[in-house]
């Protein structure tokens, strides 16, 4: 009889057995951060050593600059109003007072008003004849008048004029300013004197060598009370 439950399949074989171990991987110690970290550390703290340093002198910057834009010392006022009246006293400038005329003025004068020199001051500025006011120093020059008449004129209005000559030797005239007043003949009484301003101001380049004066009609309709007739000028 057959037996069925046998079979001619061997076992498996077992494995051979080695004679030394596998070695076992392990994996490879990680490299310490320790200097990373110290770099880190160190260049943070030169940045803030530098944020502080860069504070510190702005600070100090800015309180160097509020103390010396602050308000001047004692010295430092007397120092300025010395320098600023010093430039004043050398401004190039005339301011004239009329001089009163002759009982008989001559007529040469072409009426120019003259001035009285005692009383008038001419800085940088000449004068001629007692008329002209001669310019030493080309440039731009404030010029006025102030004209003050106390006697009309039935046939012409009330005018006075700014007159330039080129030079000394220019006979020609040119009017550069002209002002004008009126005086109603029938108003008023006798008692309050009847007057009129003609006054004018204006900027106009000159150059060295140029005179102005001031004419007016008639040299006998002007008052002469001190203030009320003037003449002058100062360099811009």
């Known amino acids: 009889m057959i037996n069925t439950y046998q079979t001619s399949l061997a076992a498996p074989p077992v494995p051979p057995r080695l004679s030394r171990s596998n070695p076992v991987l392990f994996p490879a110690p990680l490299t310490s951060s320790g200097g990373h970290s110290k770099s880190l550390i160190r260049f943070l703290v030169g940045v803030a050593l530098l944020h502080l340093f860069l504070t510190v002198g702005g600070f100090i910057y800015l309180y160097q600059r509020s103390v010396m834009g602050g308000p001047p010392s004692a010295e430092g006022k007397a120092s300025y109003y010395a320098s600023t009246k010093q430039e004043a006293s050398y401004k190039i400038l005339a301011r004239m007072a009329v001089a009163r005329p002759d009982k008989t003025p001559v007529k040469s004068t072409s009426d120019y008003l003259k001035w009285n020199t005692d009383h008038s001051t001419l800085r940088g500025i000449n004068y001629y004849h007692n008329i002209w006011l001669t310019i030493n120093q080309s440039g731009d020059y404030y010029v006025y008048s102030r004209v003050t008449f106390s006697k009309g004129d ?69 008052n002469y009370e001190d203030g009320s007739t003037t003449f002058g000028m100062y360099k811009l």
Do not use: Y
């Open 154 to 222: 039935p046939q012409r209005p009330l005018a006075s004029r700014i007159k330039l000559k080129k030079s000394v030797e220019e006979a020609e005239e040119k009017t550069v300013m002209q002002a004008f007043c009126n005086l109603d003949s029938h108003s008023g009484s006798g008692a309050i004197p009847r007057m009129c301003t003609a006054s004018q101001g204006e900027v106009i380049s000159l150059e060295k060598g140029n005179q102005l004066g001031l004419w007016v009609q008639d040299l006998s309709l002007v």
